[in-house]
Protein backbone atom coordinates (compact mmCIF):
# COMPACT_ATOMS: atom_id res chain seq x y z
CA UNK A 1 0.00 0.00 0.00
CA UNK A 2 1.39 3.32 -1.15
CA UNK A 3 2.09 5.74 1.69
CA UNK A 4 0.91 9.60 1.03
CA UNK A 5 2.59 12.15 3.48
CA UNK A 6 0.80 15.19 2.68
CA UNK A 7 -1.04 16.68 -0.15
CA UNK A 8 -0.31 20.72 -0.95
CA UNK A 9 -2.43 23.62 -2.63
CA UNK A 10 0.48 26.24 -3.12
CA UNK A 11 -0.29 29.28 -4.55
CA UNK A 12 2.13 30.04 -7.53
CA UNK A 13 2.18 34.39 -8.99
CA UNK A 14 5.12 34.03 -11.46
CA UNK A 15 6.29 37.76 -11.69
CA UNK A 16 8.53 37.45 -15.00
CA UNK A 17 6.13 35.44 -16.96
CA UNK A 18 2.93 36.99 -15.75
CA UNK A 19 1.46 33.76 -14.42
CA UNK A 20 -0.87 33.34 -11.27
CA UNK A 21 -2.11 29.55 -10.82
CA UNK A 22 -2.76 26.95 -7.67
CA UNK A 23 -0.26 23.90 -7.85
CA UNK A 24 -1.48 20.93 -6.37
CA UNK A 25 0.93 17.93 -5.58
CA UNK A 26 1.38 15.34 -3.39
CA UNK A 27 4.74 13.49 -1.23
CA UNK A 28 3.43 9.76 -1.88
CA UNK A 29 6.55 7.29 -0.68
CA UNK A 30 8.63 9.82 -0.46
CA UNK A 31 8.06 11.24 -3.85
CA UNK A 32 6.62 14.69 -4.91
CA UNK A 33 4.42 14.41 -7.70
CA UNK A 34 2.21 17.18 -9.46
CA UNK A 35 -1.69 16.47 -9.79
CA UNK A 36 -2.32 19.41 -11.41
CA UNK A 37 -2.51 23.08 -12.41
CA UNK A 38 -5.57 25.16 -12.02
CA UNK A 39 -6.47 29.09 -12.80
CA UNK A 40 -9.10 28.90 -10.12
CA UNK A 41 -8.74 28.52 -6.23
CA UNK A 42 -9.55 24.95 -5.53
CA UNK A 43 -12.19 23.94 -2.56
CA UNK A 44 -10.57 22.07 0.31
CA UNK A 45 -12.67 19.50 2.01
CA UNK A 46 -11.95 16.90 4.88
CA UNK A 47 -13.48 14.08 5.24
CA UNK A 48 -13.35 11.40 7.87
CA UNK A 49 -14.79 7.68 7.56
CA UNK A 50 -14.82 4.96 10.12
CA UNK A 51 -14.70 1.10 9.23
CA UNK A 52 -16.26 -1.26 11.33
Do not use: Q
Not at 27 to 43: A, L, M, Q, R, V
Amino acid sequence: MDKIHEIRVEEVHNRKEGKYFYRIYMEINETIKIIGESKIKPKLARYASEVY
